[in-house]
């Protein structure tokens, strides 16, 4: 089982930008997607952005243009930096290690986003 610990939330203002921090347990050159997904009080989960083990990115259309996942192969480590930030990003932030399609993988435990003037 993989093991993934998630830093680098906390409370900014709206406008404001954090990076979030994903270390994973063990090497990630060979895991088919690395992503990012958020939870929100009193909604589901929701996806926010992948990246392939080839490079290809994808995030959902309410941050495109804002936010931006990176993976570091060598530091075994995923990174979501998020610019221009509104209340409605306000979410616990979790890293997902999906090693196929044909699992959901491994979560790390959320770290707390908040923006808030």
């Known amino acids: 089982q993989v093991q993934l610990v998630e830093s680098g939330g906390g409370l900014v203002q709206p406008g404001g930008s954090l990076r979030l921090l994903c270390t994973v347990s063990?090497?990630?050159?060979?895991?088919?997607?690395m992503g990012w997904y958020r939870q929100a009080p009193g909604k589901q989960r929701e996806y926010v952005a992948t990246?392939?083990?080839?490079?290809?990115?994808n995030y959902t259309d309410s941050v495109k243009g804002r936010f931006t996942i990176s993976r570091d192969n060598y530091r075994n480590t995923v990174s979501l930096q998020m610019n221009n930030l509104k209340p409605e990003d306000t979410a616990v932030y979790y890293c997902?290690?999906?090693?196929?399609?044909?699992?959901?993988?491994?979560w790390g435990q959320g770290t707390q986003v908040t923006v808030s003037s």
């Open positions: 997902n290690s999906r090693p196929s399609p044909f699992t959901l993988g491994d």
């Open positions: 063990r090497n990630i050159a060979t895991i088919w997607t």
């Open positions: 990246m392939t083990a080839t490079a290809v990115r």
